[in-house]
Nanobody, 122 residues
Framework: VQLQASGGGFVQAGGSLRLSCVASARTFNIYNMGWFRQAPGKEREFVATISRTGGSISYSDPVKGRFTISRDNTKNTVYLQMNGLNPEDTAVYYC????????????????WGQGTLVTVSS
């Protein structure tokens, strides 16, 4: 499956952005989806994950309460609504998909998008 992330940009601290990730798969609803991010000089880290039907969702502690992951299986799309952004959220954001895994370890996801850059100024 191919993943195309979009929606990144430049925003001031306290602002909001919504990221989208469109999948090419005809059977999008068999994939668990995740969002990850990688800041300059740092390892890629988990942000949020959502199960195939959306019934199970989890977030990393730094984004809990500010970010919301959701999906629309009719549009083959997963979203990440990001509110209350701060400079520490600056990173390239990646979406990932896996048919069987829905956790926070990057190595367990089979498919990755190309990333979209989010820059938050103070």
């Amino acid at each position: 499956v191919q993943l195309q992330a979009s929606g990144g940009g430049f925003v001031q601290a306290g602002g909001s952005l919504r990221l989208s990730c469109v999948a090419s798969a005809r059977t999008f609803n068999i994939y668990n989806m995740g969002w990850f991010r990688q800041a300059p000089g740092k390892e890629r880290e988990f942000v949020a994950t959502i199960s195939r039907t959306g019934g199970s969702i989890s977030y990393s502690d730094p984004v809990k309460g500010r970010f919301t992951i959701s999906r629309d299986n009719t549009k083959n799309t997963v979203y990440l609504q990001m509110n209350g952004l701060n400079p520490e959220d600056t990173a390239v954001y990646y979406c990932a998909a896996d048919q069987y895994y829905t956790g926070r370890y990057t190595g367990n996801y089979d498919y990755w998008g190309q990333g979209t850059l989010v820059t938050v100024s103070s």
